[in-house]
Structures are given as structure tokens and as C-alpha cells.
């Protein structure tokens, strides 16, 4: 059930945002990435074809196609247009917040899943990212969907598949965005933690998950490469095998993304660090430290992953930033006074 308290911070949460996400909605599409991902469903809206995304008529195999999908739906229901074709993107970066609050609520408390998705959309850099017309939206709001779905899958009897088929329509919908690169964060992060915790059952529930999610995935690239022959080598290849290993574009050093990071956590890692330092109280305790570690995992194979592949840019924090928020959420909430009056 939802108290009164609660339901005043969720209406103001939902306040927070819809301005957040949609407050860029009228701003002009940033060259070259916004520009092209508009341009490229509106090609695929005046042919026809679906399945066959095309730049200025030449076949474009460099993405999956689930983003250009959704904002040529977008095209058809509101016309061809800048803020038509970001509405898609504003609409990932507003469902991740609430993603986490349901997560983190079930999972941990209220007050927790509350705190997380508070700072997940107030930390101005991460939701920037999440909010621009490319796939870094999707690739957050899918990681953040199968992070929760597994952790409730494995921690909760009753409705374990349900949450196994969530967690698979998540991957198959972030890799129709992004590729395979949005397992990175996921599909290690739930067999460490099974491991870590001893649930040797659950494992064999997630070996099945997987195996749906792989079988899921290959059948719609299949079907990608039969529309557009070579699609599959030409995206999985170049642009999740190459560019991390042997990059071609955006290079960097590998502490690239820790001033990011850094950026990223503001303002709430200065608060967090004055309220652990007024309260003097450790972090999670054992009784609500599962989805702590979750996110920990996640966050620390991410930003490494990243760190050390060769292919480097600002957009790429959207695999791993929303974990770290989420974590700093958790934290602040073990060192507030308990109540939700300490939030005010």
C-alpha cells in the first residue's frame, strides 16, 4: 500500500520527470547524432521499408533499428518534425527513474525506491544523455529493466517467470537498439550475484532466461539480414567486436570516463558525502543489501568494460551511469534519518 507521504513525493516525482525529460523537447536536433537519427525514419517512413534503414538512400547498416521504429511511429501519429522525432528518447529517459523506483521499492522499501529515482533524474549529465534523439536512451531504460526483472525473478518464488519474461523482452528490445552490448552489465551481474549468494537453483533459471533471450535476439536479426543482406556481420562485427577492440573512431585513454563519472554524480555525491559524514551509519545492512550489490556489480563491470575498450564517448555512460545514481540513492537513504520527513 501507498501512504500519504508517498503518494505526495510520487506526484512530484512524476512532476519532476516530465519536465526533466521532456523540458529539451522544443530545442533544435544536435549535429551530426540527432540530426541523423531523425533524418534516417523519415527515409524509412516515405519508402515503406521497414526493415532496410537508409541515409540519404543508401543502405545504413552502422545500428539496429528499434529507435528508428519508434520514431517513425512517432512520425506517423504527430507528423515528420524535430520534437516528433525526439519524443521517443524523452520518453525512455522518463520511464528509467520510475523503472528504479518500482525496482528498488519491492526490493528494499519505499523511501529507497523513491530516493533512487530522485537522484537517477536530477543528476543533470545522465539524463541529458538519456534524453537525446540516439539509442543511449533505450540502452539505459532496457539495462535498468533487466537488472530489476532478474533481481525480482531470483528473489521472488510467485511470480519468477513473469519477471523472466520481462527480463527477455528487455534484452531483445536492447539489442534491437544497441546490440549485444547491453549484456555487459547484465547477464555477468546476475550470475556473480547468484553465485555470491549461493542460489545454485536460480542459476539453471537464468541459463533458460538466457538461452530465450539469445534465441529471441538471433531470430530478429535473422530477419534483419534477410531484408538487408549482410546487416548482421557489417553492425556485429564492425560496431561491437572492432570498435571496442580495435577501434576505428572515437578513441580515448582509459580513465576517459572517470571525470564523467565524477561529473555525473553531482550534485548528489558532495550531499551524500555530508550526510554519511553528519550521520556516521555504513551503507546498506544485510537485510537490504541484494540490490546493493546488483548495482554495484553492474556499475563496476560497466565503467571498466568501457574504460578499457578502445572506442570512447560521453553517450556510453547511459550502460552504467543509472546504476551509480541508483547506488547513490541507496546510500543516502541508510544515512537519512528513518521517516519521510528527513526527506523534506
Known amino acids: 500500500p501507498i501512504c500519504a507521504e508517498e503518494r505526495g513525493w510520487l506526484l512530484s516525482l512524476g512532476a519532476a520527470t516530465f519536465l526533466v525529460a521532456f523540458g529539451n523537447l522544443a530545442a533544435p536536433l544536435v549535429e551530426p547524432t540527432e540530426a541523423r537519427y531523425a533524418l534516417i525514419p523519415a527515409e524509412m517512413l516515405a519508402s515503406g521499408l521497414w526493415f532496410s534503414p537508409t541515409l540519404f538512400g543508401e543502405a545504413y547498416q552502422d545500428k539496429p533499428p528499434l529507435l528508428y521504429w519508434l520514431v517513425m511511429a512517432s512520425y506517423s501519429l504527430l507528423g515528420v518534425s524535430d520534437w516528433a522525432a525526439r519524443i521517443p528518447a524523452c520518453c525512455c529517459a522518463m520511464a528509467t527513474p520510475w523503472v528504479a523506483w518500482a525496482w528498488l521499492r519491492a526490493a528494499i522499501g519505499p523511501r529507497a525506491g ?31 529493466s ?26 531483445i528490445a536492447g539489442i534491437l537498439a544497441k546490440g549485444p552490448v547491453v549484456l555487459i552489465g547484465t547477464v555477468p551481474t546476475a550470475f556473480i550475484a547468484v553465485a555470491l549468494s549461493g542460489k545454485w537453483n536460480s542459476a539453471m533459471h537464468l541459463g533458460f532466461w538466457l538461452a530465450f533471450a539469445i534465441i529471441g535476439s538471433g531470430a530478429c536479426f535473422w530477419l534483419l539480414d534477410s531484408a538487408s543482406p549482410g546487416f548482421s556481420q557489417a553492425f556485429l562485427l564492425r560496431h561491437n567486436v572492432e570498435r571496442f577492440a580495435s577501434p576505428f573512431d572515437h578513441t580515448g585513454p582509459w580513465w576517459y570516463h572517470l571525470p564523467g563519472l565524477a561529473i555525473a554524480l553531482l550534485p548528489w555525491g558532495p550531499i551524500a558525502l555530508w550526510t554519511w559524514w553528519k550521520s556516521q551509519k555504513p551503507s546498506p545492512s544485510p537485510d537490504d543489501s541484494s540490490a546493493f550489490v546488483w548495482l554495484a556489480i553492474s556499475f563496476a563491470i560497466g565503467i571498466v568494460f568501457f574504460s578499457a575498450a578502445g572506442s570512447k564517448r560521453p553517450s556510453y555512460g547511459t550502460a552504467f551511469l543509472p546504476q551509480a545514481c541508483m547506488l547513490m540513492g541507496l546510500f543516502l537513504d541508510r544515512c537519512l534519518p528513518t521517516g519521510w520527513a528527513a526527506l523534506s
Open 146 to 171: 533487466i537488472l530489476a526483472s532478474l533481481h525480482l525473478a531470483v528473489t521472488t518464488q510467485r511470480w519468477r517467470w513473469p519477471f523472466l519474461a520481462l527480463a527477455t523482452l528487455a534484452v
Open 114 to 144: 523513491l530516493l533512487a529515482a530522485w537522484v537517477l533524474c536530477l543528476s543533470p549529465r545522465v539524463m541529458y544523455y538519456m534524453g537525446m534523439l540516439a539509442m543511449d536512451g533505450l540502452v539505459g531504460l532496457a539495462t535498468a
